[in-house]
T-cell receptor
Framework: SQTIHQWPATLVQPVGSPLSLECTVEGTSNPNLYWYRQAAGRGLQLLFYSVGIGQISSEVPQNLSASRPQDRQFILSSKKLLLSDSGFYLC????????????????FGPGTRLTVL | QKEVEQNSGPLSVPEGAIASLNCTYSDRGSQSFFWYRQYSGKSPELIMFIYSNGDKEDGRFTAQLNKASQYVSLLIRDSQPSDSATYLCAVGRNYQLIWGAGTKLIIKP
C-alpha cells in the first residue's frame, strides 16, 4: 500500500530564515506530486505540482520554490520566510494512470504546521 | 465567481439525522468530483468520488451529481458526532483538483 510522509510536523521559524520541507511517497512509482498551503480557517491553495523528476509547475508567484530530486521525493523551500508564509503545508500524490486524466484522486500527507514569527 | 463554491457553514445537524452538503461548480466540462473530510488540525482524507450523473452510495455516505445543474452533493445518513469536520468539494481538471473552501459540519449529540 502507498504511504506519504512529511516532516517536520511543526516548525517555528523567524522572519527571514530559510525553509526546507520534505515529502516522500512509498509504494508507488512516478506519482504526480503536489504542495498546498492552507491558511487558518481557509481552503487549499495549490503552490506547486510535479509530473516527473525535475518537472515543477508553479501556480502562485511567491518566495517559495519546489524541487523533485528523486521520483518519490518533493521538497518545498524558501530562502527568506515572510510572516505571510505561516500556514499548514500539505503534500499530496496521485497516480499517473493517465497523465491527461482528471480522474486521479489525490492523497495527502499529515502536513507541516509552519509558524513564522 | 469562484470555480467551486460551498457554503462555509457551520451546518448544525442533530445526531442521527441526515446531513446534506452542497457544492456548485462553474466549468460545465468538468467530469470528476471528489469529497474530502478534514478534521481540525489534520490533513484532508478522501471520502468519495463520482463521475456519472445520479447517486453513488458507500455506507452512510451518498454522493449525488447533477451535471445539467452543475452541482454535486454529499449526504451523510445517521450522522454521528465523529462526522463533525470540514467537508471539502473538489473538481478534477487535468492534473489538478480545483477546491472549494469547505463546509464546516457540526453534529450535535
Amino acid at each position: 500500500s502507498q504511504t506519504i510522509h512529511q516532516w517536520p510536523a511543526t516548525l517555528v521559524q523567524p522572519v527571514g530564515s530559510p525553509l526546507s520541507l520534505e515529502c516522500t511517497v512509498e509504494g508507488t512509482s512516478n506519482p504526480n506530486l503536489y504542495w498546498y498551503r492552507q491558511a487558518a480557517g481557509r481552503g487549499l491553495q495549490l503552490l506547486f505540482y510535479s509530473v516527473g523528476i525535475g518537472q515543477i509547475s508553479s501556480e502562485v508567484p511567491q518566495n517559495l520554490s519546489a524541487s523533485r530530486p528523486q521520483d518519490r521525493q518533493f521538497i518545498l523551500s524558501s530562502k527568506k520566510l515572510l510572516l505571510s508564509d505561516s500556514g499548514f503545508y500539505l503534500c499530496a500524490w496521485s497516480d499517473i494512470l493517465n497523465p491527461e486524466s482528471s480522474y486521479n484522486e489525490q492523497f495527502f500527507g499529515p502536513g507541516t504546521r509552519l509558524t513564522v514569527l | 465567481q469562484k470555480e467551486v463554491e460551498q457554503n462555509s457553514g457551520p451546518l448544525s445537524v442533530p445526531e442521527g439525522a441526515i446531513a446534506s452538503l452542497n457544492c456548485t461548480y462553474s466549468d460545465r466540462g468538468s467530469q470528476s468530483f471528489f469529497w474530502y473530510r478534514q478534521y481540525s488540525g489534520k490533513s484532508p482524507e478522501l471520502i468519495m468520488f463520482i463521475y456519472s450523473n445520479g447517486d453513488k452510495e458507500d455506507g452512510r455516505f451518498t454522493a449525488q451529481l447533477n451535471k445539467a445543474s452543475q452541482y454535486v452533493s454529499l449526504l451523510i445518513r445517521d450522522s454521528q458526532p465523529s462526522d463533525s469536520a470540514t467537508y471539502l468539494c473538489a473538481v478534477g481538471r487535468n492534473y489538478q483538483l480545483i477546491w472549494g473552501a469547505g463546509t464546516k459540519l457540526i453534529i450535535k449529540p
